[in-house]
């Protein structure tokens, strides 16, 4: 017998065998890159697993692992999960991607989400989230807030997710302050709090008074608190503890609303295999309060741009656009398709510096 | 690119900052290994320490109570370390990995509901005229008060070490053992004294990063300094000096390559990230014509047979 | 009081022994723990041992330790060479690092050709590339003097930032969307380090393993070279009289220890990993360490050590998983088994006697 099968046998074993239970409880698995105590991306995650509790109560089941290892690991963790009788699994980072599809192979029952990717099957949905939108109201407000007309920008890896963001930023800091400047400097790691704090110093050494980051840690709001007169936006969590200065407003990772839909959607037997990408107007990506710290007229802007963004009436990749290099990439009135804006790996024309590689 | 950007004296001022973890770190560590033991926990310890200081400062409201408590965190979990290596003999490079491996978890633990909080601040020296002096005030007279502490330990080891009656008995059990026995000192009681400083430096070091280089909590947030910290011993041929002079070096390599990247200069990003850990290669193969040894009994395990 | 004796010779019953109480003392204080947080200690504990044998999935878990393990096992062979000799490498990581891009890159290069030979060129590159990496510490230790232990570690943060930049440049899948990572060497047939017998957990890694055990075993009891570096590690002095040359034995060991760490990383990143990416080491390395003392850094302890090691980390998650037990608890409790089967080993070498009078 082939292993693919003994292992499909197995769960459809367990699945008679517990069948009676399985009936009244639907089971929610959550696969973590890191710590549920990161207070960023993982955090985020794990609220919107406790928001899945919280909303179907006794209806559902939720079980997680935390600090997977991408690769082997992942697909191990993930199998268990099947192999138990987990009927959605979420796979949250982007390394999972050919984890999932693999054991999603092998588990033709069970349902699976992948977030980040891009790599779909029968029974693997992907999703993710337009992060980009909120960049594009921190930009305005970064743009308009700016006396130095350097904004500095902490990255993690040059990959096309912050790459998109710097370009968002950047683009609408750019349409409301014509001199601003953007300094990047990566990190070149995921997660290490001190480095940031490092970075954020030496950006607002550099004469930043902004301070955009695409990192998890609350290290570059204390940076600029203890600088001064510099400003920060919380990311993947609000980082409230911060406001109302230097944390001005936030990006808030929202699964919540995502989780619950695709759980219900289990439960009613309606769950197909999608492909989301939501930003503001869904509710995935949040837009922090924004400060008092902001005056009065350019927080009115940044909301009414976060409208028309969550709306659908304005796109933040709108033409005319060029690339760094000077050639046309949007015409007037374009909007970028989302299979460029998914791979992006070019600045935008004014912003200085290369992309690493 | 526009190199005029960074400012030379800030930049001296951040990296002294970078270094202080590191320092603390490596100071305790290289009394443990002047004793002739080698604790590799100190990852295990500083994250220990981290969470320890960063929990009684929530708690009391007063971040010197925290860092007393990190050190306290930071030796306590040494005593594993002791009753390992010194009572039950295991092996020194394995007894600190594990030790390692054990802080880290213990501290998530420790840790769960210490997640994004804001830990009371610290306040800063601020001397009227000497910290607004140009150049060496922010250099020498507007730091938090930690980082002297991590200079006056350094001198506080050295003078230990060179001049004290104490720095020569431990000099003597990290040299050789069983003539420091023969000799009538308690080669056990200062072993264990010495990985104590140990812990309670590594614990400091940690809580430096969670009190004021981050501040925060978060899992695995000292992120490898501790292994730096080891390196670090090393590098210093087991001199104070030395050590603080290595600590500088690395936390400046690393700072100055932010500041690099910052300037828009066009070395590749990945080249500047790995500079620190290749130029203190490089340096460490410079200083190597310096034959200082390490303590000759290093890593050996002490038994009083008769 | 009570006062040590060491033993002439390590006792063969106490040796066979530790491990035993070792699991049991760790069993009784990880109970209190998961008790602490919560859980039920029996099922805690019975999940993270029993389930990965004898559980109602081990037909899937058995194979999975095989994966798990081997690498270890690869790693702490090459190690404990040298630490048997005092020659300390702690930089496996980027060994284990270097052999995989070095590999995978051989590989990649061949994309989309199908040929047998692919995949033993991959294997050699793969050690050469592990082997060129540790041979930098070795070279500035015979050369310079230089200490080995902070070079090699050193160069396990320079592999991981060689890592990153491939992974986003050189060797980053164009078919990929712009997304970090290689191309998935499980889809490239001639390059791809498949399970022998499918749903086993044997695939070449595990193979090499093994082979390395035996190897070690033959090296260390019946070779020149294995009596030098025993003979270096117990009696410097006495070695360099025996002709021993020390700077060919940290050739020799370094060079070891690094071509078995690339190897690890190629089996990995073809077989089970599938691809080179940001996060490819997930820190063999530095477990492979523990594993090697936890094995008395003997062939055959290390072989039962890393099996034990896998069992922890594969338990560890099913009990994450079932019983929603945090990582935290696990790495604990890891410690806390490593704690005692160290201090236990006191018994192997020393007699605890009463003393009427004051000895120390």
């Given at each position: 017998m082939k292993f693919t099968s003994l292992l499909a046998t197995a769960a459809m074993a367990l699945g008679l065998a517990t069948g009676a239970m399985a009936e009244d409880k639907t089971k929610v698995g959550f696969v973590y890159v890191?710590?549920?105590?990161?207070?960023?991306w993982t955090y985020e995650h794990n609220q919107g697993r406790l928001a899945v509790e919280e909303h179907f109560g006794d209806k559902v089941e939720t079980v997680f692992v935390e600090s997977v290892p991408e690769g082997p690991d992942a697909e191990r963790v993930m199998t268990q999960m099947a192999l138990e009788g987990a009927d959605l699994i979420f796979t949250t980072s982007f390394g999972y991607m050919d984890p999932t599809i693999n054991v999603a192979k092998k588990f033709p029952k069970v349902k699976f989400e992948h977030a980040t990717g891009y790599k779909q099957a029968e029974n693997v949905s992907v999703y993710s989230a337009r992060f980009y939108e909120g960049r594009a109201v921190q930009g305005t407000i970064a743009g308009r807030m700016t006396k130095s007309n350097i904004v500095g920008y902490i990255g993690s890896y040059p990959i096309p997710e912050v790459i998109r963001g710097i370009n968002s930023a950047f683009i609408h800091a750019r349409k409301v302050n014509p001199d601003v400047q953007f300094k990047i400097v990566w990190a070149?790691?995921?997660?290490d709090p001190a480095k940031e704090a490092d970075a954020a110093k030496v950006l607002i050494e550099q004469g930043a008074d902004v301070i955009l980051q695409?990192?998890?840690?609350?290290a570059p709001q204390a940076a600029a608190q203890a600088a001064g007169n510099v400003i920060t936006f919380g990311q993947a969590?609000?980082?409230?503890?911060?406001?109302p200065l230097p944390r001005v407003s936030s990006i808030i990772d929202n699964w919540a609303p995502y989780y619950i839909a695709r759980t219900q959607a289990v439960m009613d037997g309606t769950w197909t295999s999608t492909s989301t990408w939501d930003g503001i107007g869904p509710g995935m990506v949040g837009i922090g309060e924004i400060s008092d710290a902001v005056p009065a007229e350019v927080k009115a802007e940044a909301l009414a741009l976060k409208d028309a963004i969550a709306s659908g009436a304005?796109?933040?990749?709108?033409?005319?656009l060029k690339k760094q290099d000077g050639?046309?990439?949007?015409?007037?009135g374009e909007t970028a398709d989302d299979g460029t804006l998914a791979g992006m790996n070019f600045y935008v024309e004014?912003?200085?510096g290369d992309i690493p590689n | 690119m526009d190199l005029s950007a960074i400012n030379p004296v800030l930049l001296v001022a951040s990296l002294m900052v970078a270094a202080t973890p590191l320092l603390l770190a490596a100071i305790g560590e290289l009394v443990v290994e002047r004793a002739g033991v080698l604790n590799l926990g100190v990852e295990g310890m500083m994250i220990v320490g981290a969470i320890s200081g960063f929990a009684i400062a929530v708690e009391t409201g007063s971040p010197w109570l925290g860092f007393i408590g990190a050190a306290v965190g930071g030796a306590i979990l040494s005593l594993l370390f002791v009753v390992l290596?010194?009572?039950?003999?295991?092996?020194q490079v394995a007894s600190g990995l594990a030790l390692t491996l054990f802080g880290l978890g213990l501290s998530a633990l420790m840790g769960q509901s210490y997640v994004g909080i804001k830990p009371p601040a610290m306040g800063k020296l601020d001397i009227p005229v000497l910290s607004d002096l140009p150049v060496v005030g922010p250099i020498l007279?507007?730091?938090?008060l930690i980082l002297y502490l991590g200079i006056a330990l350094t001198a506080a080891v050295w003078w230990m070490l060179k001049y004290s009656r104490m720095g020569l008995i431990l000099r003597a059990v990290g040299e050789n053992h069983d003539a420091a026995h023969a000799l009538g000192y308690k080669v056990i009681r200062i072993r264990i004294l010495a990985i104590l400083f140990g812990g309670a430096c590594a614990g400091l070091g940690g809580a430096y990063i969670s009190l004021?280089?981050?501040?925060q909590w978060t899992e695995?947030?000292?992120?490898g300094v501790g292994w730096i910290a080891l390196a670090l011993v090393v590098f210093a041929s087991w001199k104070p000096w030395r050590a603080l002079l290595g600590a500088y070096l690395f936390g400046g390599v690393t700072v100055i390559q932010l500041n690099l990247q910052a300037a828009g200069v066009a070395i590749p990003v990945e080249y500047l990230a790995m500079s620190p850990y290749v130029i203190t290669i490089l340096v460490l193969v410079i200083l190597?014509?310096?034959?200082?040894?390490?303590?000759?009994?290093?890593g050996r395990i002490f038994h009083a047979s008769h | 009081m009570i006062v040590l004796e060491k033993r002439p010779q390590p006792s063969r019953a106490w040796s066979m022994a530790t491990p035993l109480v070792a699991v049991l003392a760790t069993m009784f204080f990880g109970g209190l723990l998961f008790a602490a947080l919560g859980k039920n200690p029996v099922e805690a504990i019975g999940t993270i041992f029993w389930e990965p044998l004898f559980g109602e999935y081990a037909f899937y878990y058995r194979p999975q330790l095989l994966v798990k393990g081997a690498p270890l096992v690869l790693i702490a062979i090459g190690l404990s060479l040298g630490f048997r000799a005092?020659?300390?490498?702690?930089?496996a990581e980027g060994q284990y690092i270097m052999g995989a891009i070095v590999g995978a890159g051989v590989g990649l290069a061949f994309y989309p050709m199908e040929a047998f030979y692919i995949f033993p060129l991959m294997v050699v590159a793969g050690a050469l590339g592990g082997w060129a990496w540790a041979m930098i510490p070795a070279f500035l230790k015979v050369?310079?003097?230089?200490?080995e232990i902070l070079v090699s570690l050193m160069l396990v943060y320079v592999a991981e930032q060689l890592l990153a930049s491939m992974s986003l440049?050189?060797?980053?899948?164009?078919?990929?969307?712009?997304?970090?990572?290689?191309?998935?060497?499980?889809?490239?047939g001639s390059a791809h380090n498949a399970?022998?017998?499918?749903?086993?957990?044997?695939?070449w890694g595990v193979v090499a393993a093994l082979i390395a055990v035996i190897f070690a075993y033959v090296l260390l009891n019946r070779h020149m070279t294995g009596f030098h570096i025993r003979l270096t590690g117990e009696a410097p002095r006495a070695a360099r009289f025996a002709g021993v040359r020390p700077a060919r034995l940290i050739l020799f060991c370094l060079g070891v220890s690094g071509a078995l760490a690339g190897l690890a990383g190629l089996f990995e990143v073809s077989g089970p990993s599938g691809q080179v990416s940001?996060?490819?080491?997930?820190?063999y390395g530095f477990t492979a360490i523990i594993v090697a003392f936890l094995g008395r850094l003997h062939p055959v302890g290390i072989l039962l050590a890393g099996g034990l090691m896998a069992l922890t980390y594969i338990g560890g998650e099913i009990a994450q998983g079932s019983?929603?037990?945090p990582a935290a608890a696990i790495q604990v409790f890891q410690g806390m088994l490593l704690f005692f089967l160290l201090a236990l080993d006191l018994l192997t070498n020393y007699r605890i006697r009463a003393a009427r009078k004051e000895v120390a």
């Open positions: 890191g710590p549920v105590g990161d207070g960023g070149y790691t995921w997660f695409h990192t998890d840690s609350t969590s609000d980082m409230a503890e911060y406001a304005y796109h933040p990749f709108t033409g005319p050639s046309d990439w949007l015409a007037e004014g912003i200085e | 290596t010194q009572v039950a003999l295991a092996n007279f507007s730091h938090d004021i280089r981050v501040p695995g947030m000292t992120a190597s014509a310096d034959k200082s040894r390490a303590p000759a009994s290093l | 005092g020659i300390w490498n702690i930089g050369r310079f003097g230089t200490n440049g050189l060797l980053k899948n164009p078919e990929g969307f712009g997304f970090p990572g290689s191309r998935n060497l499980q889809s490239y399970e022998l017998i499918e749903g086993s957990g044997m695939h940001i996060d490819f080491n997930v820190g019983l929603g037990l």
